[in-house]
């Protein structure tokens, strides 16, 4: 079983952070942190709330396990989950 599969079957709240034809980043809160995962299902990073933030408005970047480095502000708008949903995943609602 991947990682992305067993925190969606413990029902961690995820999200689509990124998607082009298909989940490129995805998002799992586990605490209060972010857990993000890449397409080929492997850990790119855990942030926390604050370093979720910069990686969402700011320029800090996050590396797949190809080694590509994504910058979310610089990525496509239709990529990207609509504005009001991502503010409810950020908000720690369950």
Do not use: R
């Not at 490129?24 to 370093?51: G, H």
């Not at 994504?70 to 708008?77: A, C, G, L, N």
């Amino acid at each position: 079983m991947s990682l992305l599969q067993n925190l969606k079957e413990n029902q961690f709240p995820c999200l689509e952070l990124l998607n082009f034809e298909g989940p490129v980043l995805t998002a799992i809160k586990v605490e209060n942190n972010f857990v993000i995962i890449d397409q080929w299902n492997k850990l790119c990073s855990i942030l926390t709330f604050d370093q979720m933030l910069h990686f969402i408005y700011d320029y800090n970047s996050i590396t797949d396990s190809s080694g590509k480095k994504w910058i979310y502000p610089k990525e496509s708008k239709e990529a990207k989950p609509k504005e009001e949903i991502l503010l409810d995943f950020l908000s720690f609602k369950n």
